[in-house]
């Protein structure tokens, strides 16, 4: 039940930290592999954490919430003061490890938490600005991967981090929209602001952005190699994840998505092989 609490599946977003590791070509590098392992850790701690904040805050919201009453909280399994006392304790391994890893980190994870602590009081009831907070949060993972590193970030890889999360971002708007109905704007207060043509558009306008910008990263920046060749991956990834959320109802939680579906896992398992072999060889 404490595994159901950390929300051990929501630890997916955290890869995005390896991506200044394989878009700097230090994938073969040990000592930089196991620096981006030691910061993946370190993150995730620090968001288990903000998870749990969010559950305390939500408690009584999720009770009435088809899926999100079965939480540890909501469902009463775990009680608040056992969760304070777990949530007070991964931010000091968080915090702590940071400042005797790298102390840049540090500044980063507690940026990441205040960014968290507003989303959770203030701007998760705001329309737009509420999933801006998420984009932020996916965007200091990626600077927590350079800062492991120490590489300098493109800015390719930050723009297309920005919207790819925008994406996902929107995309679960649409689905709570969808999955509450009419009960949706006492879930969450943003949602009654939302118009599903309003969604429609953000949805369709942040996946062109991210397909943009990733494909003119391949052809710019790698020239004078086949990566331009790995846009099929991406693509493919961003249609299917649209197919799951508008046929098959799902999208409330991106990385129940992504684990749930063989495709997406399968696409970018293939994804990944292919930037190793075209690194490696041009």
Request: with cysteine; aromatic share 14%.
């Amino acid at each position: 039940m404490i595994f159901k609490l950390l929300r051990i599946k929501q630890w997916i977003k955290n890869f995005f930290i390896f991506g200044a590791l394989i878009f700097s070509f230090n994938f073969t590098n040990s000592e930089k592999l196991i620096d981006s392992i030691i910061a993946f850790f370190l993150f995730c701690f620090i968001s288990s954490s903000v998870y749990i904040l969010n559950d305390l805050v939500d408690i009584e919201k999720d009770k009435l919430h088809p899926k999100k009453r079965n939480r540890p909280l909501a469902s009463g399994m775990i009680k608040p003061k056992t969760a304070i006392i777990i949530m007070v304790v991964l931010i000091l391994i968080s915090l702590i490890g940071s400042f005797a890893f790298n102390k840049s980190i540090t500044m980063v994870l507690i940026l990441y938490f205040i960014n968290n602590i507003l989303y959770s009081f203030w701007i998760k009831n705001l329309v737009i600005l509420d999933v801006m907070s998420i984009a932020i949060g996916f965007i200091l993972r990626v600077v927590t991967g350079g800062l492991a590193i120490d590489v300098e970030l493109s800015p390719w890889i930050i723009l297309c981090t920005l919207f790819i999360s925008l994406f996902l971002g929107f995309e679960k708007r649409n689905a709570e929209k969808r999955v509450l109905e009419e009960d949706s704007s006492s879930h969450r207060a943003s949602l009654q602001n939302y118009t599903q043509d309003m969604l429609d558009q953000f949805i369709t306008i942040s996946s062109t952005c991210t397909l943009i910008f990733y494909a003119l990263y391949t052809v710019l920046v790698h020239e004078d190699s086949p990566f331009y060749l790995t846009n099929i991956f991406v693509v493919y990834g961003l249609f299917r994840y649209k197919y799951l959320v508008s046929v098959r109802n799902e999208g409330g939680s991106p990385a129940d998505a992504v684990l749930g579906d063989r495709s997406i896992i399968f696409t970018v398992l293939l994804w990944i092989i292919s930037c190793i072999i075209i690194f490696m060889n041009f």
